[in-house]
Protein backbone atom coordinates (compact mmCIF):
# COMPACT_ATOMS: atom_id res chain seq x y z
CA UNK A 1 0.00 0.00 0.00
CA UNK A 2 1.78 3.48 -0.68
CA UNK A 3 1.73 5.91 1.65
CA UNK A 4 3.15 9.20 2.53
CA UNK A 5 6.27 8.84 4.40
CA UNK A 6 7.44 12.48 3.88
CA UNK A 7 6.92 16.25 4.60
CA UNK A 8 7.73 17.06 0.85
CA UNK A 9 5.97 14.54 -0.72
CA UNK A 10 2.82 15.53 1.75
CA UNK A 11 3.20 19.37 0.47
CA UNK A 12 3.36 18.20 -3.06
CA UNK A 13 -0.10 16.15 -2.25
CA UNK A 14 -1.96 18.82 -0.69
CA UNK A 15 0.06 22.23 -1.64
CA UNK A 16 0.07 25.00 0.29
CA UNK A 17 -2.43 26.11 2.13
CA UNK A 18 -4.85 29.11 1.77
CA UNK A 19 -3.96 32.73 2.99
CA UNK A 20 -6.80 32.87 5.62
CA UNK A 21 -5.66 29.34 7.00
CA UNK A 22 -2.46 30.70 7.87
CA UNK A 23 -4.04 34.19 9.04
CA UNK A 24 -6.40 33.11 11.27
CA UNK A 25 -3.87 31.92 13.69
CA UNK A 26 -2.66 33.88 16.59
CA UNK A 27 -0.68 33.32 19.96
CA UNK A 28 -3.47 34.78 22.19
CA UNK A 29 -7.08 34.94 22.86
CA UNK A 30 -8.13 37.51 20.52
CA UNK A 31 -11.56 39.32 21.21
CA UNK A 32 -12.82 37.91 18.10
CA UNK A 33 -12.34 34.61 19.69
CA UNK A 34 -13.69 34.97 23.28
CA UNK A 35 -17.28 34.49 22.38
CA UNK A 36 -16.27 30.58 21.47
CA UNK A 37 -14.96 30.17 24.69
CA UNK A 38 -17.63 31.91 26.42
CA UNK A 39 -20.68 30.30 24.66
CA UNK A 40 -19.05 27.00 24.19
CA UNK A 41 -20.84 24.30 26.86
CA UNK A 42 -18.91 21.72 25.63
CA UNK A 43 -15.19 21.06 24.72
CA UNK A 44 -12.95 17.81 24.12
CA UNK A 45 -9.52 17.95 26.23
CA UNK A 46 -6.87 16.34 24.22
CA UNK A 47 -3.06 14.96 26.20
CA UNK A 48 -0.76 13.05 25.44
CA UNK A 49 1.58 10.86 27.77
CA UNK A 50 3.93 7.54 28.59
CA UNK A 51 0.58 5.38 27.97
CA UNK A 52 -0.22 7.06 24.40
CA UNK A 53 -2.54 9.91 23.68
CA UNK A 54 -5.85 11.13 25.39
CA UNK A 55 -9.35 12.96 24.19
CA UNK A 56 -11.80 13.35 26.87
CA UNK A 57 -14.93 15.37 26.66
CA UNK A 58 -15.76 18.39 29.17
CA UNK A 59 -19.12 19.95 29.70
CA UNK A 60 -20.83 22.34 31.73
CA UNK A 61 -22.91 25.33 31.22
CA UNK A 62 -21.55 28.29 29.06
CA UNK A 63 -18.77 29.53 30.34
CA UNK A 64 -17.56 26.90 32.22
CA UNK A 65 -13.63 27.48 30.60
CA UNK A 66 -12.88 30.88 32.01
CA UNK A 67 -10.87 33.12 30.18
CA UNK A 68 -8.15 34.77 32.41
CA UNK A 69 -6.73 36.80 30.54
CA UNK A 70 -5.19 36.69 26.62
CA UNK A 71 -3.03 33.88 27.60
CA UNK A 72 -4.79 32.06 30.49
CA UNK A 73 -7.30 29.21 30.52
CA UNK A 74 -8.94 27.86 33.24
CA UNK A 75 -10.96 24.89 33.44
CA UNK A 76 -11.86 23.13 36.60
CA UNK A 77 -12.35 19.08 36.89
CA UNK A 78 -15.68 18.00 37.46
CA UNK A 79 -16.36 14.69 38.78
CA UNK A 80 -15.39 11.81 36.76
CA UNK A 81 -14.91 8.25 36.71
CA UNK A 82 -11.33 8.79 38.33
CA UNK A 83 -9.56 7.22 35.74
CA UNK A 84 -7.37 10.28 35.37
CA UNK A 85 -6.34 10.01 32.13
CA UNK A 86 -5.62 13.58 30.88
CA UNK A 87 -4.08 14.63 34.50
CA UNK A 88 -1.74 11.78 34.65
CA UNK A 89 -0.61 12.97 30.81
CA UNK A 90 -0.29 16.16 31.50
CA UNK A 91 2.11 15.66 34.68
CA UNK A 92 4.02 13.75 32.24
CA UNK A 93 3.58 16.29 29.73
CA UNK A 94 2.20 19.48 29.67
CA UNK A 95 1.44 20.31 26.27
CA UNK A 96 -2.77 20.29 25.28
CA UNK A 97 -5.30 20.88 22.92
CA UNK A 98 -8.60 21.88 22.98
CA UNK A 99 -11.33 21.90 20.61
CA UNK A 100 -14.67 23.95 21.61
CA UNK A 101 -18.47 23.37 20.04
CA UNK A 102 -21.43 25.97 20.51
CA UNK A 103 -24.36 24.70 19.73
CA UNK A 104 -26.00 25.05 16.35
CA UNK A 105 -22.17 27.14 15.13
CA UNK A 106 -20.49 25.15 12.48
CA UNK A 107 -17.05 26.62 13.24
CA UNK A 108 -14.80 25.58 16.70
CA UNK A 109 -12.32 26.80 17.79
CA UNK A 110 -8.99 25.18 18.54
CA UNK A 111 -6.85 26.32 21.28
CA UNK A 112 -2.81 24.61 22.16
CA UNK A 113 -1.38 25.27 25.27
CA UNK A 114 0.52 23.92 28.03
CA UNK A 115 -1.52 22.77 31.18
CA UNK A 116 -0.86 22.73 35.15
CA UNK A 117 -2.72 21.27 38.04
CA UNK A 118 -3.86 24.05 40.25
CA UNK A 119 -5.36 22.82 43.78
CA UNK A 120 -4.78 26.18 45.30
CA UNK A 121 -8.09 26.06 48.01
CA UNK A 122 -9.16 29.97 46.75
CA UNK A 123 -9.23 28.51 42.72
CA UNK A 124 -11.00 25.46 43.60
CA UNK A 125 -13.53 27.72 45.56
CA UNK A 126 -13.87 29.80 42.96
CA UNK A 127 -15.21 27.53 40.98
CA UNK A 128 -17.82 26.01 43.43
CA UNK A 129 -20.96 24.85 40.92
CA UNK A 130 -24.03 23.36 42.46
CA UNK A 131 -22.40 23.35 46.44
CA UNK A 132 -19.24 21.49 44.68
CA UNK A 133 -16.10 22.50 44.25
CA UNK A 134 -13.33 20.75 41.90
CA UNK A 135 -10.25 18.45 43.23
CA UNK A 136 -8.52 20.72 40.63
CA UNK A 137 -8.36 23.24 38.47
CA UNK A 138 -6.34 23.34 34.69
CA UNK A 139 -4.60 26.39 34.17
CA UNK A 140 -3.36 26.68 30.64
CA UNK A 141 -1.30 29.42 29.32
CA UNK A 142 -2.11 29.93 25.37
CA UNK A 143 0.21 29.33 22.84
CA UNK A 144 -2.14 29.37 19.66
CA UNK A 145 -5.55 29.76 18.97
CA UNK A 146 -7.67 29.50 15.35
CA UNK A 147 -11.36 28.70 14.28
CA UNK A 148 -11.55 25.44 12.44
CA UNK A 149 -14.00 25.86 9.25
CA UNK A 150 -17.74 24.92 8.82
CA UNK A 151 -16.86 22.23 6.48
CA UNK A 152 -16.57 19.38 8.88
CA UNK A 153 -19.98 19.64 11.09
CA UNK A 154 -21.93 20.48 7.86
CA UNK A 155 -20.78 17.59 6.54
CA UNK A 156 -21.69 15.70 9.66
CA UNK A 157 -25.33 17.64 9.71
CA UNK A 158 -24.13 17.22 13.58
CA UNK A 159 -26.74 20.32 14.76
CA UNK A 160 -29.50 18.41 12.27
CA UNK A 161 -32.02 17.41 14.85
CA UNK A 162 -32.98 14.82 11.78
CA UNK A 163 -29.64 13.05 11.82
CA UNK A 164 -30.21 12.23 15.11
CA UNK A 165 -30.14 9.08 16.95
CA UNK A 166 -32.16 7.59 19.50
CA UNK A 167 -30.42 6.22 22.22
CA UNK A 168 -32.35 2.95 22.22
CA UNK A 169 -30.57 2.02 18.75
CA UNK A 170 -27.07 1.82 20.63
CA UNK A 171 -26.42 -1.08 23.44
CA UNK A 172 -26.74 0.62 27.44
CA UNK A 173 -24.06 1.07 28.93
CA UNK A 174 -24.51 -1.44 31.43
CA UNK A 175 -24.84 -4.00 28.31
CA UNK A 176 -21.45 -2.76 27.28
CA UNK A 177 -20.10 -3.24 30.84
CA UNK A 178 -21.57 -7.00 31.04
CA UNK A 179 -20.09 -7.88 27.63
CA UNK A 180 -16.59 -6.50 28.43
CA UNK A 181 -16.50 -8.34 31.90
CA UNK A 182 -14.64 -11.65 32.61
CA UNK A 183 -17.41 -12.20 35.52
CA UNK A 184 -21.27 -11.77 36.07
CA UNK A 185 -21.78 -8.14 36.02
CA UNK A 186 -25.67 -7.21 36.09
CA UNK A 187 -26.23 -4.89 33.29
CA UNK A 188 -29.49 -4.37 33.64
CA UNK A 189 -29.23 -3.38 37.20
CA UNK A 190 -26.43 -1.00 36.32
CA UNK A 191 -28.78 0.53 34.08
CA UNK A 192 -31.49 0.65 36.43
CA UNK A 193 -29.11 2.71 38.88
CA UNK A 194 -27.95 5.06 36.16
CA UNK A 195 -29.94 8.03 35.65
CA UNK A 196 -30.11 8.33 39.44
CA UNK A 197 -26.36 7.90 40.20
CA UNK A 198 -25.45 10.24 37.82
CA UNK A 199 -28.33 12.98 39.00
CA UNK A 200 -26.74 12.52 42.61
CA UNK A 201 -22.79 12.31 41.39
CA UNK A 202 -23.08 15.07 38.71
CA UNK A 203 -21.07 17.81 40.82
Known sequence: MKTVNDVETLERLYGVPGKSSVLKEVDHLHPAYRPFIERSPFMVLAT????????????DPAGFVVIEDARTLLLP????????????????????????????????????????????????????????????????????????????????GLWDPARHVTRAEFPSPGSILEALSPEDFDGGEYDRELPGRVKTTLY
Not at 48 to 59: I, V
Not at 96 to 118: D, H, K, Y
Request: charged share 25%.
Open 48 to 59: SGPEGLDASPRG
Open 77 to 156: DRRGNNRMDSLRNILADPRVALLFFVPGVNETLRVNGRASIVIEPSMLERFTFEGKQPRSVLRITVETVYFQCSRALIRS
